[in-house]
């Protein structure tokens, strides 16, 4: 048994997981209840289907918006941790900065004991990308608080490619923008809640540090021939122009693929491996997730 094993940190307080009925979220909360954590899990609709399975499954379900403060510090009260997430798609880049920035000052009026922020790959080099640059300014503040802290910036995530799947499984075709040997990397929300609940029960590790998450990282080209050995039949890659890409997904996103093309994204697949070696390859993340089924 190693020394970070024995000196596992058990709370005797819930911790709150923002975003519960979300991806990241959610799987952060799945995974503090299989370690035997407490959750309190926050969502401004308790009464939605995701909500009404956590709640199933042990977590305490506790309605809170990120942008009512107030609500907020109630959700805290009396709570150990708590993991901080926003997500820019559903309420837009402006909301996504504000709501971070609330969750993070009521985490500093609270008690807590440890706050784990999830960002995303390349924050920190002023990338121009708004919704990226609106995470940095949470982590900035994040990294101001005298609460403990971690922060991890996850690469995109694997789980993404469920809005493709009709379109490849039915055409044989992977669309994706950017070069055919631009180094895309990916990891699961899996695989980032193993990583964030590792922090919560390692604080004396992980407190004060930053660490980028991708349990793979490939070109187009190969993850075309990964989706043809999950498959088991031929899947093309085809290129995605710009313009193409803005029309389909919106400014925002092409303009992420477009900054991740020319300058690189963050994220080693063998350091998240030395912390979590059953981390998912992109190919063993298809067939966990059934593709090919």
């Given at each position: 048994m190693s020394e970070r094993t024995k000196t596992i940190k058990k709370y005797d307080r819930p911790v709150v997981v923002a975003g519960a009925?979300?991806?990241?979220?959610?799987?952060?909360?799945?995974?503090?209840?299989?370690?035997?954590?407490?959750?309190?899990?926050?969502?401004?609709?308790?009464?939605?289907?995701?909500?009404?399975?956590?709640?199933?499954?042990?977590?305490?379900?506790?309605?809170?918006?990120?942008?009512?403060?107030?609500?907020?510090d109630r959700a805290l009260a009396g709570a150990?941790?708590?993991?901080?997430?926003?997500?820019?798609?559903?309420?837009?880049?402006?909301?996504?900065?504000?709501?971070?920035?609330?969750?993070?000052?009521?985490?500093?009026?609270?008690?807590?004991?440890h706050l784990v922020y999830s960002g995303a790959s390349t924050i920190d080099r002023?990338?121009?990308?708004?919704?990226?640059?609106?995470?940095?300014?949470?982590?900035q503040r994040v990294r101001a608080l005298d609460t403990p802290w971690t922060v991890f910036r996850?690469?995109?995530?694997?789980?993404?490619?469920?809005?493709?799947?009709?379109?490849?499984?039915?055409?044989?075709?992977?669309?994706?923008?950017?070069?055919?040997?631009?180094?895309?990397?990916?990891?699961s929300v899996r695989d980032i809640a193993v990583m964030v609940v590792e922090a919560f029960e390692n604080p004396a590790v992980w407190t004060g540090n930053i660490a980028p998450l991708a349990g793979d990282a490939l070109t187009p080209v190969q993850m075309a021939e990964a989706f043809s050995r999950v498959l088991a039949r031929p899947i093309a890659f085809e290129l995605v122009d710009w313009e193409s890409c803005a029309s389909a997904q919106g400014e925002e996103l092409m303009l992420m693929y477009r900054y991740f093309d020319e300058f690189g994204?963050?994220?080693?697949?063998?350091?998240?491996?030395?912390?979590?070696p059953g981390a998912r390859s992109f190919e063993q993340f298809l067939r966990d997730d059934g593709w090919g089924i």
């Open positions: 009925t979300g991806k990241q979220g959610g799987a952060v909360a799945a995974r503090l209840l299989e370690r035997g954590h407490r959750v309190r899990a926050l969502t401004r609709n308790p009464g939605k289907p995701a909500a009404k399975a956590l709640e199933a499954a042990g977590a305490e379900v506790v309605q809170a918006d990120l942008e009512d403060r107030p609500s907020l150990a941790a708590l993991f901080s997430v926003q997500d820019f798609l559903e309420a837009g880049v402006d909301a996504e900065r504000r709501q971070g920035i609330n969750l993070t000052e009521a985490a500093a009026a609270s008690a807590i004991e002023n990338t121009g990308v708004p919704h990226l640059d609106s995470k940095w300014e949470v982590e996850p690469a995109a995530f694997m789980e993404n490619w469920a809005w493709e799947r009709e379109t490849i499984e039915s055409s044989d075709v992977m669309h994706h923008p950017g070069r055919p040997d631009m180094v895309y990397r990916q990891v994204m963050d994220g080693d697949p063998a350091q998240l491996r030395h912390w979590h």
